[in-house]
């Protein structure tokens, strides 16, 4: 895909941060790699940690009602 035609769906941008995260394992690299690092896989553990977080809080429930923090409404 070209830049402008990049997906912006998370399940499109998760699957390319995954398949990035298993070349870089174990020493591996990418064509985007340089002897400084890897702004490819730089941007796949930011994606992968903020997929994470994400999944973290949904878990977590944020809401109660009335009736659970004892109000007697």
Same mark, same amino acid.
């Given at each position: 895909? *070209?830049? /402008? =035609? #990049? $997906?912006? /769906? !998370? @399940? &499109?941008? !998760?699957? $390319?941060?995954?398949?990035? &995260?298993?070349?870089?394992?174990?020493?591996? /690299?990418?064509?985007?790699?340089?002897? =400084?690092?890897?702004?490819?896989?730089?941007? @796949?553990?930011?994606?992968? @940690? @903020?997929? *994470?977080?994400?999944?973290?809080? *949904?878990?977590?429930?944020? !809401?109660?009602? #009335?009736?659970?923090?004892? =109000?007697?409404?």
């Amino acid at each position: 895909m *070209s830049g /402008r =035609d #990049e $997906s912006v /769906r !998370l @399940a &499109d941008r !998760l699957e $390319s941060a995954l398949l990035t &995260d298993l070349q870089h394992q174990n020493g591996g /690299r990418c064509l985007n790699c340089t002897p =400084d690092g890897c702004k490819q896989n730089d941007w @796949a553990q930011a994606e992968l @940690a @903020a997929h *994470s977080e994400m999944q973290r809080r *949904s878990a977590t429930p944020q !809401l109660t009602t #009335e009736h659970e923090r004892g =109000d007697p409404r």
